[in-house]
């Protein structure tokens, strides 16, 4: 009896320091993720913890890594531009990066497609970095919505590359989607 307490403080210990601000997204982190790899790891283990709904923009959250990072992303369906921000790991802050553009891949009529999305840097953001990244391209937004897209941001961090599940929110506040 006394091993099994031992090991229920330990999970709930490392349950309390890991889930800090995470989504239930299906996240997996590799070290060269290629660029038409699917992979989905369901977070049965977070049900029953807070989550934030959303980004300081706004926008929905994507968990990167062991909840190292989070991202943002940010679809203005007006213009059909897409934005992802970087975030700390409480997905409160931005982090600046060092990467030029970042990726998203989605499947679309079931083949991959890639969509980059480019450095634009924020007033704030050091020379040489970028929290925020941009693509005007409206292909992109409208394959969000797709039923079967699945689509997944592939970025590096420090070196370090991460893959996130992306999740389209249908249900924002005044959006009318069907």
Known sequence: MKLSSK??????????????GCKESGIVETNSPPATVDTHDDHDEHAGHAHPTEGPHHGGLIELGNEEYHAELVHDEDSGSVTIYVLNAAATEQIPIESTEVAINVK?????????????????DPQGKSSRFVSADAELGEH???EGADPKLVLTINGKSFRGTITHDHDHEGHDHE
């Open 7 to 20: 090991l229920f403080t330990l999970v709930l210990a490392s349950a309390a320091f890991g889930f800090v």
């Open 108 to 124: 679309h009529d079931g083949k991959p497609e890639q969509f980059k999305l480019a450095a634009s840097p924020d007033a704030n």
């Open 144 to 146: 969000l919505d797709e």
